[in-house]
């Protein structure tokens, strides 16, 4: 018998090794997200919150209120076109950088990624405020060097959205850049070489060679970037104010924050909780599937 | 040559823009106010002032914020560190019914949008609050709990490469000459994995340190308690913007980040060339 079968017949270990994470990730992480569902169920709003009246079982009312309700089919829609948007520059961007990276002698390499190091670092309130800024209608930046004069770019609901957009693709590049040129750097010299020899474009490497060796890398990176961008909060609520004028630049995230802690109406904010949650959950499905390809073993 | 030094010249490009708001940020916090309210903004400035960093750090008490979004975020990477570890030896280490039940939970919690749990966490710790102090309302604890129950999946998942990486010939070696299982842990296994702890560090100190919705949440009355990405929104007015001290604050903000990035940008890069395991 060997040493590591004695240690692995010791079955206790294993548990009191997790026992420290399952005694924080059981009641801070598990139990709030079975009392979100069951929330969903119940109208919760001020006078229960007060203990004057009990909480009223409602079934899914909150949800039939919900789809019911014009606004949460506008913010569902504006949250998913936001999101598919800002996935889909972010990869655009990321790989397109992560290519530029390998072509490049190590002076830019060093200057780029120390710039996309920065943007990264940068937290989220502060390159909301920064970009809120340089967007100033009257102090900013961009407006003095347009000559908008006192144009505000957060009147327009489809300008306020871009302009969220960019902070979040600034703030999320990096990852994609930094992850798919680890990626490429595992692709053998040899075979970018004979392309390189081959005057193969920057695109056509990528597409053609890069791209089908590392499939499996950008389906997880695409797959991440689906569940940050369909989360974003910050940038939205600091950057147009708690969601714009007139609510005109929520998404679900937002929404259902305003729901719950503005209007006290937690029973139907956590209803929109619960929708995200399971759009998220089918996500991950596929991300479970893509981890599958790659041969992650479980 | 020619296509290299386009190429080199694109990237300079392209890095100029993405430092640029950082580059004006730092930049508007230096300026004196005069020169932030000229009608035409300059890209440098000829008189640097501190004046906003201590009015900031003073009057607006951002110092006290930066203590304590330093002692929640490191509190949490601490904690997240040591309870992570256990969990990533434990399921590397060892083969029990559940362990693959539990790697799906915990891939599947890092998927979660933590964002809508905020509804019924606030109930919790305000129930909480009422027979354990420290951690209701209003305290930094709460936030230490809830940040550290949000980063734990992720660093399990990422450690767990790390802990499989090393041989496990070096443990059974170490049994040989004696060791106990308490040793093999914390003498052998530990500091051999730093690498990974570093890496995973970072992720959960950004993600402690940037939380700006569970500070807004939990902090309501007690203002003292704030940590810098609520009270930053405070100064944060439509109307009258104090754009300096904003800056000024904002700057602070980043530096702790900007500086624990580049100490340890190669393990996270090596980070997370391990986690995605291409």
Not at chain 2, 99 to 107: N, S, Y
Not at chain 2, 184 to 206: D, E, H
Request: charged letters at 10%; proline letters at 5%; hydrophobic letters at 55%.
């Amino acid at each position: 018998m060997t040493v590591s079968a004695t240690i692995r017949r010791q079955r206790l270990t294993p548990l009191w090794l997790l026992l420290p994470a399952l005694a924080v990730l059981v009641p801070m992480f598990a139990y709030p997200l079975y009392q979100l569902g069951l929330l969903s169920l119940f109208e919760y709003g001020q006078p229960q919150v007060s203990g004057g009246e009990p909480a009223r079982f409602v079934g899914v009312g909150n949800f039939r209120a919900l789809f019911d309700d014009p606004t949460f089919w506008t913010v569902l829609g504006q949250t998913v076109v936001f999101a598919a948007g800002c996935v889909v520059v972010t990869l655009a961007v990321g790989a397109a950088l992560a290519v530029l990276l390998t072509r490049i002698g190590p002076l830019a390499r060093a200057v780029l990624s120390f710039a996309a190091l920065t943007a990264w670092a940068a937290p989220a309130m502060t390159g909301s405020v920064v970009w809120a800024f340089l967007f100033d209608s009257n102090l900013g930046l961009v407006n003095e060097v347009l000559g908008l004069g006192g144009y505000n770019w957060f009147y327009d609901r489809s300008v306020a959205f871009a302009l969220v957009g960019a902070v979040v693709v600034w703030h999320s590049f990096p990852f994609v850049m930094i992850t798919l040129y680890a990626g490429i750097q595992a692709v053998p010299t040899s075979v970018r070489e004979a392309a390189a020899l081959d005057g193969a474009s920057a695109l056509t490497t990528f597409r053609r060679i890069i791209a089908p060796i590392l499939r499996p890398l950008i389906i997880i990176v695409v797959i991440q970037s689906i569940i940050w961008d369909f989360k974003v909060f910050t940038q939205i609520y600091v950057m147009t104010g708690c969601g714009g004028i007139a609510g005109q630049n929520l998404v679900l995230n937002v929404y259902a924050y305003q729901k719950a802690f503005a209007s006290s109406q937690y029973g139907l904010g956590s209803a929109i909780g619960i929708v995200m949650t399971v759009i998220l959950l089918v996500v991950t499905l596929l991300y479970l599937r893509a981890l599958r390809r790659t041969g992650e073993a479980l | 040559m020619t296509r290299r030094r386009i190429a080199d010249a694109a990237a300079i490009a392209v890095a100029v823009v993405t430092v640029f708001p950082i580059y004006w940020m730092v930049l508007s916090a230096l300026k004196p106010t005069g020169e932030i309210r000229s009608a035409d903004p300059r890209p440098w400035t000829l008189h640097p002032t501190l004046e906003h960093f201590s009015s900031a750090l003073g009057v607006s008490g951002f110092g006290r914020y930066f203590l304590n979004s330093a002692v929640v975020a490191l509190t949490v990477v601490a904690l997240s560190a040591l309870i992570s570890f256990l969990a990533a030896v434990a399921l590397t280490r060892y083969r029990f019914r559940t362990r693959t039940t539990l790697l799906v939970l915990f891939l599947v919690a890092q998927m979660v949008p933590v964002e809508a749990l905020s509804i019924p966490l606030f109930f919790q710790i305000r129930d909480l609050g009422r027979t354990v102090p420290g951690v209701g309302l209003n305290t930094l604890g709460s936030l230490v709990l809830v940040q550290l129950a949000f980063s734990l999946p992720f660093a399990i998942w990422m450690l767990r490469g790390f802990v499989a990486a090393v041989p496990q010939e070096i443990e059974e070696a170490a049994t040989l000459d004696g060791a106990g299982r308490f040793t093999i842990l914390w003498r052998i296994l530990f500091p051999l994995v730093a690498p990974g702890l570093a890496a995973t560090g970072v992720f959960s100190f950004i993600t402690a340190w940037n939380d700006f919705l569970f500070a807004r949440t939990f902090i309501i009355s007690t203002t003292e308690n704030q940590t810098l990405p609520a009270a930053l929104l405070v100064f944060f007015k439509p109307d009258e913007n104090d754009w300096g001290g904003i800056m000024a604050a904002s700057t602070l903000m980043t530096i702790p980040v900007l500086v624990f990035f580049v100490f340890v940008r190669h393990r996270l890069v090596s980070g997370l060339g391990g986690a995605v395991k291409d």
